[in-house]
């Protein structure tokens, strides 16, 4: 097959065929449906993000550079395991399709162990730093089972590129909804389930946190349809499917910008806690700072279809990007300001969720890319590759800030000046270098102006 190259002069994708046949479209039942699943994962996760560190350290009475590394153990040893879910998604084959499968199978033990995660046990730290490596390492390799094949999903359910921004604002919606709950309600069901017990507490909530994630996932195994895949040749060799993945512009873009995304992701809401209550003596800003973050997706997930029609998806990320860095540098004076400091964070979370909701559609595009290049989608593989960059991502961000506690010194009952300059300059220093380093990778995105172009080839070959 001869492999086709995209050029400067593409031809205006306005101009080019977009209709699907009508059953590809999708029905409203399913959008909901797909964004729950994405509200599914993310509340896990986004409990474990925003929490974990702070349960380890202040619950369990776990030394903070200790479980940094547990952190960036735990999930570098994930990176193998996407790796091996998303070759296993591609060579799948039952009645409930390729991706279907994992979500009815793994449902059931993934909250399971959301719940151990958040509890802990009597008896050394060496013991108690034992359970917390064994009960979040198999939480994350439970969650690459359920990660790597949502995202396969969505290319499988419709090839129609409007239907792919409408999904990917229905998971941007789910995201936002599993943020604004995991970080807003947490502490107030702690305290409120633990009656002022933290251990129990936090056993409780994330009991309360589990039973969502397991009927949100039954709901997306009963009510998401695949309707396209390509069959994997029995016997393919693995490792020249990996080296055309990292071939693939528009996936190592995405997996490149995806990374830098939770690693400023990982660094802020691990850091946030500490920022509301040792710098901002504000404890009640943890309520909004923490929803901000990701739970701006919400009115993101509205507007980013209308933002990247006009500017293209490279546009509209980096200047988006560009003014998020201008108000985190102008954050730190306004810290005696509590409401101007708010709202200005309100603008720039906005505005840098829109990157978000990018992301998700990169990564349905990266693999129309994938099969104009080779001939061949590999849909699980490529989506385990983005189910490892958040992972990496998120791993390295909370193991940074762990770190960072850890060498100056924190002490929850003795916190110092010098650890206190230390969460401050996290705070704002690390997304600020990260989104910099972000607008460097979105520059090499190749897709604006040619997915219509390539649909139609890939379409003129079948």
């Known amino acids: ?66 479980v940094g590394t547990l952190f960036l153990l735990s999930r570098l040893f994930d990176a193998g395991v996407d790796l091996g879910v998303g070759l296993l998604v591609d060579r799948t084959r039952s009645r409930w399709g390729r991706t279907r499968p994992y979500f009815l199978f793994t449902a059931l033990p993934f909250s399971i162990l959301l719940v151990l995660t958040f509890t802990t046990i009597e008896g050394s730290v060496g013991a108690r730093l034992a359970y917390a490596y064994v009960t979040f390492s198999l939480l994350g390799i439970l969650y690459s089972f359920l990660a790597v094949p949502f995202s396969a999903l969505m290319p499988m359910m419709t090839r129609h590129h409007g239907d792919r921004m409408q999904l990917g604002s229905a998971r941007a919606i789910g995201t936002s909804i599993s943020v604004i709950l995991a970080t807003a309600a947490t502490m107030p069901l702690v305290g409120l389930l633990g009656g002022g017990n933290e251990r129990l507490g936090f056993a409780l909530a994330a009991g309360i946190f589990a039973a969502l994630t397991l009927a949100a996932l039954l709901n997306l195994f009963f009510n998401c349809k695949e309707r396209h895949h390509d069959e994997v040749p029995r016997g393919t060799a693995i490792w020249p499917q990996i080296r055309a993945m990292v071939r693939n512009r528009a996936w190592l873009v995405t997996f490149l910008f995806c990374t830098l995304n939770f690693l400023r992701f990982g660094c802020v809401i691990s850091v946030t806690a500490f920022f509301a209550i040792e710098v901002m003596k504000a404890p009640w ?31 509209g990320c980096i200047g988006a990007l560009l003014v998020g860095i201008a108000i985190h540098v102008a954050l730190p004076a306004l810290e005696g300001q509590h409401v101007l400091f708010l709202a200005l964070f309100l603008v720039a979370a906005i505005l840098i969720s829109l990157t978000m909701t990018a992301i998700f559609t990169m990564a349905a595009d990266a693999v129309d890319y994938h099969e104009w290049r080779t001939g061949i989608r590999n849909e699980g593989l490529l989506s385990s590759g983005i189910s490892l960059s958040t992972k990496i991502g998120m791993a390295l961000g909370t193991a940074i800030i762990a770190y960072v506690l850890g060498s100056a010194g924190y002490e929850p009952k003795n916190v110092t000046d010098v650890a206190r300059a230390a969460i401050r300059w996290s705070y704002y220093g690390w997304p600020i270098g990260i989104m910099v380093v972000q607008i460097a990778v979105m520059l090499f995105w190749p897709m604006d102006g040619l997915h219509g172009r390539i649909r139609a080839e890939i379409d003129a070959r079948r």
């Open 285 to 315: 800003m943890i309520g909004i700072l923490l929803p901000a973050v990701s739970g701006t997706l919400l009115l993101s997930a509205f507007i980013a279809p209308f933002v990247f029609k006009r500017t293209g998806i490279r546009k």
């Open 1 to 66: 097959m001869t492999t086709a190259t995209a050029t400067a002069d593409a031809i205006p994708e306005s101009t080019l065929p977009t209709a699907s046949p009508s059953g590809d479209r999708l029905r409203s039942l399913e959008k909901v449906s797909y964004g729950l699943g994405d509200f599914a994962c993310g509340l896990s996760w986004n409990v474990v993000g925003a929490f974990l560190l702070y349960f380890y350290v202040n619950v369990a009475f776990l030394p903070a550079a200790a």
